[in-house]
Each structure stands twice: as C-alpha cells, then as structure tokens.
C-alpha cells in the first residue's frame, strides 16, 4: 500500500495506491469514497467547486474535494483540449456516444452535434461540424456559425484567430471581425520575458515576410521580416 498525499482546502486527504486501485482516504483512516477506482486525479480547482477527476473501466466521472459524487462514472474516455477538466464552468463529455457539456454541479447543460470539440476558453468553445469550425458561448448560443476552415481558442484580450480561404484575421466574442483575412498565418502569442513594456504579441506572415500583432494595443502590423528567431532568454532576433 503506498500513500500519496493530495491537495485539499478543507481536509487533510491521501491518496492510497492498493492493489492497482486508488482509494481517497482522510488522515484520521476514514475511507470516504468509493475504493474500486482505477484512477483519481490530484485536485482541481473550478470556478464554484473543487473536484477529482475519477476513472473506472474505461469511463470516468467527478466527484467533490470531500469525496461526495458529482457525476456518475459514465463518461467515455475522450481526449479533450482540456483533459476533461472544467473551464468557465463547463467540460465536454461524452456519454453513449454523444457530446455534451456539463455544468460543476454535474447537470447537463448542453447537447451538441460537433465532430470535435475543444472546450471553453474565455467564455467561448470552439467546435467543429462539417469540416468547419465555429463558436457557442457559455449560454449555448451559437456566436459565429460553422464558417471557419480553421480557428485557435480566444486569447485573454478577447481575439479569436481564425481562417477562411485559407487567409487568417481576428474577430471579436461577438464574431466580429477586428482584422480582415489577410495573412497567411497567425501564430500563438509570443512573450517577451525581457521586454520593458511586457508585451504580449501574435507573429503573423504574409508574401513570405514576417510581422507582429500587438493585442494590447491598435491591431495592426506591418511584415517587412525576412525571418524570426527565437532564443533561450526569450528575446526575438529578426531579419530584414
């Protein structure tokens, strides 16, 4: 038997390793959930609750930091954006075949026709149906439409990077969009651990030239970089 202890806010909890299995037990020896699961997760913290992440024979469920049951253990393993964890609220799941979103409380809060989901980012998940990509907000509405060859989840400013004839712009958490489709690539942002300003930026590419996007400010760049390097200490080395 071999213990592990495990983050709690309100007890003292161990995780106990017996027998392939894993067990939650309180310190004082209370053994308070069910003791046949084959996998717990260490403790995540959501927006209302604090939850495990539980497995057994393939399927997996929640249940609270106390060990109370949130879900039963019905969902198939899927491999999400999120690992299954909860973002705004809500995780995708899958059960007897179909995808869903539910809420912390274990409720159902959504259906969803989707080929492949990736979750909640910034209060909008990007789904796919019909080899197109799309947006729904924490309410279940449908924000965008299916109408993107491609698409990245949110950033924290509120930008969403997506694609049409293959040309990539920016749009809003309305839909909106912010930069018309005219690159030919965006990449994830980029961080300058260095920089005096602190600047979080998207590196973009057009007609083979390089440039950068300052979400923080006016979005707009000018590519003019022949190339863009990166170094260990995060600084950027261009080429004209």
């Given at each position: 038997m071999l213990f592990r202890s495990v983050s709690s806010h309100d007890t003292s909890?161990?995780?106990v390793v017996s027998n392939e299995k894993e067990i939650l037990y309180e310190l004082n020896g209370l053994n308070i959930i069910d003791n046949d699961y084959?996998?717990?997760?260490?403790?995540?913290?959501g927006e209302t609750i604090n939850y495990y992440i539980v497995n057994k024979k393939d399927k997996f469920g929640y249940i609270k930091e106390d060990g109370s049951?949130?879900?039963?253990?019905?969902y198939s393993e899927l491999p999400s954006y999120h690992n299954r964890e909860f973002k705004n609220g809500l995780a995708l799941v899958v059960e007897?075949?179909?995808?869903?979103f539910i809420k912390e409380d274990g409720a159902d809060f959504i259906e969803i026709e989707t080929?492949?989901?990736y979750g909640f980012d910034n209060g909008l998940a990007l789904l796919q149906k019909n080899w197109l990509y799309g947006f729904i907000d924490t309410k279940g509405n449908d924000v965008t439409g299916y109408i993107f060859n491609d698409a990245y989840r949110f950033t924290e400013q509120g930008h969403g990077i997506v694609s049409k004839n293959r040309?990539?712009?920016i749009i809003n958490i309305k839909g909106e969009t912010l930069l018309d489709y005219q690159y030919d690539k965006i990449d994830y942002l980029v961080s300058f651990p260095k920089n005096e300003l602190t600047k979080k930026l998207l590196q973009v590419k057009k007609d083979n030239l390089y440039g950068f996007i300052d979400l923080d400010n006016d979005i707009y760049s000018k590519c003019d970089y022949k190339e863009i390097k990166?170094?260990?200490?995060?600084?950027?080395?261009?080429g004209k």
């Open positions: 909890i161990a995780k084959d996998k717990i997760s260490d403790l995540k913290k049951k949130i879900t039963e253990i019905i007897k075949g179909k995808k869903k080929s492949c989901g040309k990539w712009g990166y170094v260990d200490d995060g600084d950027i080395v261009t």
